[in-house]
């Protein structure tokens, strides 16, 4: 089966302030690079950079530095293969 429709990015938001080392990207294989991006929850574009990791085994990315969300916000995974 073909999906009509898959989104190449990932999208985390958090209702609580969080303090975020690692999180999971479904699908993606170790050793993908991943960029990291933050998001205007209004109008859902991508902001700047945050930083970049490696996805390591089961698509587990460890940060360098953990980052620091707040209530409401969120932030944009983006795979390398998938970078603009």
Do not use: K, Y
Request: charged share 25%; proline share 8%; net charge negative.
């Amino acid at each position: 089966m073909i999906p009509l429709h898959r989104d190449r990015h990932f999208t985390f938001r958090f209702g609580d302030d969080r303090i975020i080392p690692r999180f999971h990207l479904d699908g993606v294989a170790a050793g993908v690079r991943v960029s990291v991006f933050r998001f205007d929850p209004s109008t859902e574009t991508r902001r700047g950079l945050l930083t970049t990791a490696t996805a390591g085994e089961g698509g587990w990315v460890d940060l360098p530095v953990p980052l620091v969300v707040r209530a409401g916000e969120g932030f944009v995974a983006v795979p390398e293969e998938d970078n603009p």
